[in-house]
Structure formats: structure tokens, C-alpha cells
């Protein structure tokens, strides 16, 4: 997972090289999803276990869940999304929650 989160710390600081001119969560959780897919089957795959964005058990998940106190099953993006104005503030909202998870840890 360190060389998805080292990945993900580029994306943040030029989005606009991975994404264009639109920086959503939903493109960046499918990058995430697009990512531990494309290492399954290799000496790099990521398992299920350690995925920390898996949306049913992962610890990103569970810590979005106890932050805001949500008690129906929503994955951590779509919490993220709900509580953000904008698209751009979602973006946002996931790296400092990353930070906060990352710093925890």
C-alpha cells in the first residue's frame, strides 16, 4: 500500500496530469480501485486484508465511518461527497482525511 499512497501524494500535488481539467473523488476512487486491480495476479497485488480502501472493510473506510458517524452502509467517498459543497472541496476533503488516517496509524 506505501507505493499507493506515495502515488497518491504525486496526484495530489498535479491532479491536473492525472485527471485533466477535472478533479473529482469519483475519478480518483476509480484510479484507487483501477490501481489494486491492475496488481492482482502480480508479485505486487495488494490483498484484500491490507486494502485499506476496500469499501466494505478497509480501515479508510471504517475511519470515515466513525468520523462522521454514519450508521448506514455508504463507501467512503460517497460519505466524503455528502459532506463537501463542491466536487472540488470532495478532492480535498479525502487527502486531509488521508492525512488524519495516515497520522493515526
Same mark, same amino acid.
Given at each position: 500500500? #506505501?507505493?499507493?499512497?506515495? *502515488?497518491?501524494?504525486?496526484?495530489?500535488?498535479?491532479?491536473?496530469?492525472?485527471?485533466?481539467?477535472?478533479?473529482?473523488?469519483?475519478? *480518483?476512487e476509480y484510479f484507487i480501485c483501477g490501481f489494486i486491480t491492475g496488481r492482482k495476479g502480480?508479485?505486487?497485488?495488494? #490483498?484484500?486484508?491490507? /486494502?485499506?480502501?476496500?469499501?466494505? /472493510?478497509? #480501515?479508510?473506510?471504517?475511519?470515515?465511518?466513525?468520523?462522521?458517524?454514519?450508521?448506514?452502509?455508504?463507501?467512503?467517498?460517497?460519505?466524503?461527497?455528502?459532506?463537501?459543497?463542491?466536487? /472540488?472541496?470532495?478532492? #480535498? *476533503?479525502?487527502?486531509?482525511?488521508?492525512d488524519e488516517f495516515l497520522q493515526r496509524s
Open positions: 500500500m #506505501d507505493d499507493l499512497v506515495e *502515488l497518491l501524494y504525486k496526484i495530489r500535488k498535479k491532479p491536473l496530469l492525472y485527471f485533466g481539467g477535472r478533479r473529482t473523488l469519483a475519478h *480518483l502480480t508479485n505486487k497485488e495488494i #490483498d484484500e486484508r491490507t /486494502n485499506w480502501f476496500c469499501p466494505s /472493510n478497509g #480501515d479508510f473506510q471504517s475511519f470515515v465511518v466513525k468520523k462522521y458517524q454514519i450508521t448506514i452502509s455508504q463507501s467512503w467517498c460517497t460519505i466524503i461527497e455528502f459532506h463537501s459543497s463542491s466536487e /472540488n472541496e470532495a478532492f #480535498d *476533503l479525502f487527502f486531509k482525511l488521508l
